[in-house]
């Protein structure tokens, strides 16, 4: 499994020769949208953790353009369905398998709406298993205690949790959340991109660190892989 970084909580994962795009959001992204030219992104699904603008921006080109399904909660699906997007609806709690690999859809602690204020349903983040690894995108969430359900079915080999603060866990309620999901290794997203968000990336590495546990960040285009 390889998984890009494209900025915010924008990830590509290329899972059995399967490209997976979560949260596009470069256009007014200004730490990516210099960086990253979204037409040149090829997808085959788009998931989508909740409708927040900084999260969806891009998805209807994306999807559009690359003939992609958008996989999201039931009411996100429904917007892009009747737009003419091909897409699979999930809710809190399913799984399902994809081509790719298997995805579950788990709670998130947070709101969805889109930016014209229409509901998002419910926010959500998903497990993704494929490749015999396991994966934890934890969209915008606070930290919360349902994270102590997925160890009691899955073992995760990277957690990728928002530590930018403000609209979501910040650098220590995030340690906290790598302990509930027993996963010690973490990919920070959801950082930087505005003022509210702003860390200082070295002092969330040592805190890390020193729980004994790795947190990555990555340059934007810069890929991991599991
Ligand atoms: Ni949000
Ligand atoms: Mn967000």
Redesign the pocket.
């Known amino acids: 499994m390889k998984i890009t970084f494209y900025g915010?909580?924008t990830l590509l994962i290329k899972v059995n020769d399967i490209h997976v795009l979560i949260?596009p959001?470069i256009t007014d992204n200004p730490l990516s949208k210099d960086k990253v030219n979204i037409n040149d992104i090829k997808t085959d699904y788009i998931l989508l953790t909740?409708a927040?603008f900084?999260?969806v921006q891009d998805a209807e080109a994306i999807a559009k353009s690359n003939g992609a399904v958008i996989v999201s909660n039931y009411e996100i699906a429904m917007h892009y369905q009747n737009l003419g997007i091909k897409v699979h609806p999930m809710n809190h709690g399913g799984s399902w398998d994809f081509k790719f690999g298997k995805v579950k859809y788990v709670n998130a602690i947070?709101t969805s709406s889109f930016a014209d204020g229409t509901y998002g349903g419910q926010p959500g983040g998903f497990l993704i298993e494929g490749e015999h690894k396991t994966i934890y995108i934890a969209g915008?969430t606070a930290l919360t205690m349902d994270m102590k359900l997925i160890p009691l079915t899955t073992k995760l080999d990277l957690a990728i949790l928002?530590i930018g603060d403000n609209?979501?866990m910040g650098i220590d309620d995030a340690i906290i959340a790598s302990d509930f999901v027993e996963c010690d290794k973490v990919l920070g997203v959801?950082y930087d991109t505005f003022g509210y968000i702003e860390i200082d990336q070295n002092e969330a590495k040592r805190k890390f660190f020193e729980k004994d546990k790795d947190l990555m960040l990555l340059e934007i285009g810069d890929s991991i892989e599991l």
């Open positions: 915010h909580n949260d959001f909740h927040h900084d999260h947070h915008d928002p609209f979501t959801h």
